[in-house]
């Protein structure tokens, strides 16, 4: 997976690197080559580590996987290479006994090899099941700790399907509002929302349905950050949406044929994971449009404009393309929407704007100021007051 401008795009610029310049960049030069952002994806209990596992097998690359978790038996069987055993005083390598005390005690026995683990990242997501043992009370302590690192601490989880039991279901209640309070952006998917579209499915392939959404969730913002080369996006930018963002909503689409990038931000805003009219007046979005060679300038604009005509005016954007062979002939849109106010509605009628995002290399993506598509007036001056503020 790349981002690219056209079909003769050289290896070097797809690493971000362009003739005559990153490559002879020294500090002589007063310009200090840039670092990638270090990302670690942590599974936390047995969902978490089921979701992270998923990951590996799907080839999201750019990030450090690992897996916590108070099972011993459990942690042999994950793909992470990297694998931390919480509480073993506490709980022996047996597992919390779906007691959320448990976990959270067993995190903070491993509080010093969290520490340790986590130091230098720069942004870590929080994978976990909530409603259980381990993911329920040992996600706060781990996400507690990333922020003491200083990382942008994403947590993204699931709740239980409904015939997992009231218990369940409270206790996943109660550990997401714990967990709320120690991470920047907390995004929740509740895995009854899944049922309409995986009516009649297997049940083994309804779980394996709620790991895949987690898996999008977290592609859908490291892609932006760790695929150079298309958009003008990067790790501060994104920084600067989900940084004490809150709570956070999650939507995904896939669209194909003539209207594909309007039908993939459509499906996105309306995604089973929302209740209807959900993202309207977000003040902070971060928007990922994903697709093959063939994805079109318009194909950013359309998908773009779609998204921006449900949330707040003044919201702060972020638009990131990928491009991705396996995408021929689609579109994927994946929208994390964040600063909600309550009872407020943005739904009367505004102007449209068509959001098209800066590129990076003028003259060899399209949007730039040199040979490609031009930078329309109005956007020109979108960037500008964004730049101002």
Avoid: W
């Avoid at 005690?105 to 909530?130: N, T």
């Avoid at 993911?135 to 996400?143: I, K, L, R, S, Y």
């Avoid at 218990?167 to 907390?186: K, N, Y």
Wanted: charged letters at 20%; a negative charge.
């Amino acid at each position: 997976m790349e981002m690219v401008s056209d079909n003769t795009t050289s290896s070097t610029e797809a690493d971000g690197v362009f003739p005559g310049q990153a490559a002879h960049i020294t500090e002589a030069d007063g310009i200090l080559p840039s670092q990638a952002a270090h990302i670690e994806v942590i599974g936390v209990g047995g969902g978490g580590s089921n979701a992270v596992n998923r990951m590996i097998m799907s080839d999201l690359d750019g990030v450090a996987y690992r897996v916590l978790n108070t099972d011993a038996q459990a942690l042999l069987q994950s793909a992470a290479q990297h694998r931390l055993q919480l509480g073993q005083t506490l709980t022996r390598g047996l597992g919390a006994g779906g007691n959320p005390s448990i976990g959270q005690k067993a995190a903070e026995e491993s509080r010093a090899d969290l520490q340790q683990a986590l130091q230098g990242a720069d942004l870590v997501f929080i994978a976990a099941g909530m409603g259980g043992g381990t993911g329920t009370g040992a996600a706060p302590v781990v996400a507690e700790v990333a922020k003491e690192s200083g990382a942008l601490t994403v947590g993204i989880v699931t709740k239980p399907f409904g015939f997992e039991g009231r218990r369940r279901m409270r206790q996943a209640d109660e550990g997401i509002a714990r967990l709320v309070e120690h991470v920047d952006t907390l995004i929740v998917i509740p895995n009854d929302r899944l049922r309409n579209a995986i009516a009649g499915a297997p049940l083994q392939e309804a779980f394996r349905s709620a790991d895949d959404i987690l898996r999008m969730g977290v592609k859908g913002i490291s892609d932006i950050i760790t695929c150079p080369g298309l958009v003008n996006v990067d790790f501060a930018d994104v920084r600067s949406v989900m940084t004490e963002a809150g709570s956070a909503l999650l939507g995904i689409g896939v669209g194909s044929g003539r209207s594909r990038a309007v039908e993939a931000a459509q499906a996105a805003i309306s995604s089973p994971l929302l209740e209807a009219d959900q993202i309207d007046g977000a003040k902070g979005c971060v928007i990922n449009i994903s697709g093959g060679r063939d994805m079109t300038l318009d194909d950013m604009t359309s998908a773009s404009e779609v998204i921006y005509n449900v949330v707040d005016p003044e919201a702060n954007i972020i638009v990131g393309a990928v491009v991705d062979d396996a995408l021929e002939g689609e579109i994927h849109a994946t929208v994390i929407a964040t600063g909600f106010e309550s009872n407020q509605s943005y739904r009367a009628e505004r102007p449209v704007n068509r959001l098209i995002p800066q590129t990076k290399s003028a003259g060899s993506s399209p949007g730039a100021d040199g040979g490609g598509a031009k930078i329309p007036d109005f956007l020109r001056q979108r960037q500008l007051r964004r730049e101002d503020n």
